[in-house]
């Protein structure tokens, strides 16, 4: 059976206190054989990680539990694939949200703390404030799987509407946030303005419009593609990929500067870890000056020439932003073109 929920056309479906008593807790948790939660508490007191937590999450399922959300490394869904690196806009990749009563408390604890050690704290508000406009708030609309055995390969991938995330310990090889991620709101309705209202992504399109504005009129025309690629068109061309818009190695160094400054701030809502690994996987490519940029006419919302759809693409590294009717962003990172899409 499968697990998967789709909706094709994207239709709406005080953490403080507990982490200070978290910290506090930590240091008495191995003494009194403590529960998951509390080795969770020691972990964080002692710099532990999202993956550190996902295993203490995963040696509290019971065998109920993991029959219904946990699978094999390499499991084939009978219609969606390798179910591990899937990619959608609005999916659940298990039927039990995460906010129901499929989790003990201490269980849900330990999910929303992996969540939140994925994005970096300067970015928690905003996510939040993402899953209340698309999904009624965090725990209503996200469920969790869990891939392989902590200890050796070993993969937590959360999803919902407008989210994939994932957390590995660098189990998957060759690419960045473990496998291909997806990212959107629709924060004011479902066909935004021009302007994006409250949108808390569209900073990163403001950050690329600067460098189109920077663009002279012979780059302009380099740089203006008419049709947009579809939704989910996220794979890799490889070094002898022809990609769309302008070559960032066509551009003077101040317009260089520019899109390091956009890629600095698509990589920015993540934890340190994972934007240090997209880094370095594109540097394996050949960096920035491998990529090219594209902005797109068609999805221009409001005719206002800030283009509201644009694509920074190399041989392994495609980060397509696509804000019309809202934002939906599509990300798929690796050291290595080779590797596979699923979506």
Known sequence: MSHIRICRDCEPSSEVSRRAFLKSAGAAAVAVGASPLLLHAADNASGGSAE???KHLYESLSPKQKEKICFAWD????????LRTRIANNWQITEENIGGDFYTK???????????EIIQPDWHERIYKQLEDDAGGYGEDQSIAMFGTPGEKFEFVMTGR????RADGNSAEHVAFGGPIFYGHAADSFNEGPTHPGNVFWPQAV????????LDGKQREKALVSKLPREQDAGFQGAEGKFPGIPVSDMSGDQQSLV???????VEPYRRTDREEALACLKAQGGLEKCSLAFYSDGDIGNDKVWDCWRLEGPSFVWYFRGSPHVHVWVNVADD???KLNS
Not at 75 to 82: A, F, N, S, T, V
Not at 162 to 165: C, F, I, K, R, V
Request: no cysteine.
């Open 52 to 54: 550190s937590v996902a």
């Open 207 to 214: 950050a690329a419009n600067k460098v189109y504005d920077m």
């Open 75 to 82: 499991y084939m869904d009978p219609e969606r694939g390798l």
């Open 106 to 116: 201490d269980q849900q604890a330990m999910i929303r703390d992996i969540f939140e």
């Open 260 to 266: 390091r400054e956009v890629l600095q701030k698509l």
């Open 337 to 339: 073109a080779s590797v």
């Open 162 to 165: 407008h989210m994939t995330l």
